[in-house]
């Protein structure tokens, strides 16, 4: 697999949740909504999802493994570190 895409929205306003992202992977599949979060032990990545109708939030995409979690949270904060050196859109 390989994500030939991110593209890295981020948040103006103060809060917990930095960035909305999006990545295309092999150029034939998006997925969108995905969140870069700031949590007690640093940024991390939570996938798209909606709420049930129990309350619970419920991942609508998602790695089926740990190491392709990784990979893409990897592949995402890189992007993020790089588009907050870019200068802000007006």
Do not use: C, W
Request: hydrophobic residues 40%.
């Amino acid at each position: 697999m390989n994500i030939t895409d991110i593209r890295v929205r981020k948040m103006t306003k103060e809060g917990k949740m930095k960035a909305v992202v999006s990545i295309t992977i092999d150029g034939v599949f998006v997925v969108h909504d995905i969140k870069v979060v700031e949590g007690d032990k640093g940024l991390f990545i939570a996938m798209p999802s909606r709420k049930a109708a129990d309350g619970e939030y419920r991942d609508i995409a998602h790695p089926i493994n740990s190491e392709t979690r990784g990979f893409i949270q990897e592949k995402v904060l890189e992007a993020y570190e790089n588009a907050l050196m870019e200068p802000d859109e007006v």
